[in-house]
């Protein structure tokens, strides 16, 4: 018999009937919540100073209750076309019938949802799917529920096959890998890096310089890992052709680095490829995806490995545990969301049309460039990841108007897109993202369902809002910040 252990004491006050439910708000009030309230809340408890950006754009007026397909609807039920989508991760729109339905029968089946004790089912046929869908041998998977997670798990992986010797990591200048510590370390942006302390032995280099990263390599035998993304998204919607990722494939093999390339953004099928390095006929050894893998209805996300590599770093009995999947990796219903998400992908031939409808986009977009070449510089992209470029105005705006511009934030300070987006969807109903390293470029990221018409919706509203001309434009914004 085992001794009995000793009874430790804690000091804590009797409770007399009961534990005290603390003020707790119930589902039906956080739905019911007024726009004053939530801002005050947000305030008080998650982002007082994110409100000073939601002022300038218009968002704090606004309380989003329904969202369907390609729109918001507000609590005035104003329909807001989302060409936004959630940075990327509205592949299938809003609310899709079939995520609903999968998730709700998943429900009704009690079906479990922790794969930690047990092997899960639903994890090992998402990792079965995306094996299937990712080209040559990448067919090793581990699920997490974050781009950031995903691309870490990649990092990790990477260093443990270049070895100690090889510590260095080459990555891009304006990239954006997220925002938790490994992965910042390579996350081209002042104000995220701050003042932490990042992982060392990294070199920066800029995007699309296949010349920068033969030198790197060349000069530097430490350098055992390289981190892309394939298209560049929070640097300003950047692309580089098919050969630089040929030679990238190329440069790899030569010096035996780990060419790890980070779809977050502009994989499940945003580029009109499931994954933009696709267009350039190569395969990199290790990719992530996230975003849009989960159908806009979870997070979910997924690092991707060459058998070889992943066997090579977690292969063995030893070492299958050193970065197993945490404990919401793999979830139940994130998983057949997930699984369910690729399927509609395919069925509704939405990859296709992201090539198609992003095809027409860019025509329109060009269209409008050629019509307004003093406020347009450049419109890129591919597929339904692209960007509009202004021209950076804050020295041929009147010189009346620019001490008012030059009181409003930094953020908007000589850039048109923050003064564009504002008013796109006050007067038009619709709404663009920003970018973070790049103020003058709106990017625009619908979800995969976008039609015709949609693409119509905006390049016409651009086309009435630019007709204003640039100082009208200052001047409607500016009284939308005093209204
Ligand atoms: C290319 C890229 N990588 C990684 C991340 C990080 O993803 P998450 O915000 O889900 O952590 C992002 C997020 O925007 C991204 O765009």
């Not at 039906?28 to 919540?33: L, R």
């Not at 096959?161 to 002042?190: C, M, Q, W």
């Amino acid at each position: 018999m085992l001794d009995k252990p000793a009874r430790v004491m804690i000091d804590a006050p009797a409770l007399d009937g009961g534990m005290k439910k603390p003020n707790l708000l119930t589902v039906e009030q956080a739905k019911d919540m007024s726009v004053a309230d939530m801002t005050t809340l947000f305030k008080d408890h998650l982002n007082p100073g994110q409100l000073h950006f939601m002022k300038l754009l218009g968002f704090n007026k606004i309380k989003i209750e329904t969202a369907e397909g390609m729109y918001y609807v507000d609590q005035n039920g104003r329909k807001i076309l989302d060409l936004f989508g959630g940075f990327g991760s509205l592949a299938l729109g809003h609310n899709h019938q079939r995520l609903i339905a999968a998730r709700k029968q998943f429900q009704d089946e009690n079906r479990h949802e922790i794969g930690i004790a047990f092997m899960s089912q639903y994890a090992a046929a998402l990792a079965k799917n995306l094996a299937e869908i990712a080209p040559g041998d990448l067919d090793m998977v581990f699920l997490g529920s974050s781009g950031s997670e995903a691309m870490e798990a990649a990092i990790k992986l990477a260093e443990r096959v270049a070895g100690p010797k090889r510590p260095g990591v080459v990555y891009a200048e304006n990239s954006f890998h997220g925002k938790t510590r490994g992965v910042l370390s390579i996350t081209d942006g002042p104000l995220y890096r701050g003042e932490f302390k990042l992982l060392e032995n990294n070199v920066k280099v800029p995007f699309g310089d296949i010349d920068a990263i033969r030198r790197a390599f060349e000069t530097d035998p430490t350098i055992g890992v390289l981190v892309l993304e394939t298209i560049q998204g929070g640097g300003g919607i950047n692309i580089a052709p098919p050969e630089f990722w040929q030679e990238v494939r190329t440069l790899c093999n030569k010096h035996g680095v780990i060419w790890v390339a980070d779809e977050v953004q502009c994989g499940v099928g945003r580029s009109g490829r499931f994954f933009a390095f696709e267009y350039a006929n190569v395969v990199p050894d290790i990719t992530a995806v996230a975003k849009s893998l989960g159908g806009g209805k979870t997070a979910m996300a997924a690092m991707i490995a060459r058998r070889d590599i992943y066997m090579k770093a977690y292969g063995t009995p030893k070492t299958a545990m050193i970065h197993a999947h945490a404990t919401f990796g793999g979830i139940g219903e994130a998983c057949i969301t997930a699984i369910e998400t690729l399927n509609v992908l395919y069925d509704e031939d939405l990859i296709e049309n992201a090539a198609v409808q992003g095809d027409y986009l860019l025509e329109r977009l060009n269209a409008l460039k050629a019509k307004y070449p003093k406020i347009i510089k450049d419109v890129r992209g591919q597929g339904l990841m692209v960007g509009l470029e202004f021209q950076d105005f804050s020295q041929t705006l009147p010189l009346v108007l620019r001490p008012v511009v030059a009181l409003l934030d930094d953020k908007l300070k000589g850039s048109l897109s923050g003064f564009i987006g504002a008013l796109l969807l006050r007067d038009y109903d619709t709404l663009v993202a920003f970018t973070e390293y790049n103020r003058n470029v709106i990017r625009l990221l619908p979800p995969l369902i976008c039609e015709r018409q949609h693409v119509d919706q905006l390049c016409d509203a651009l086309d009435d809002l630019l007709g204003r001309g640039i100082v009208r434009i200052v001047k409607d914004f500016v009284g939308s910040q005093l209204s």
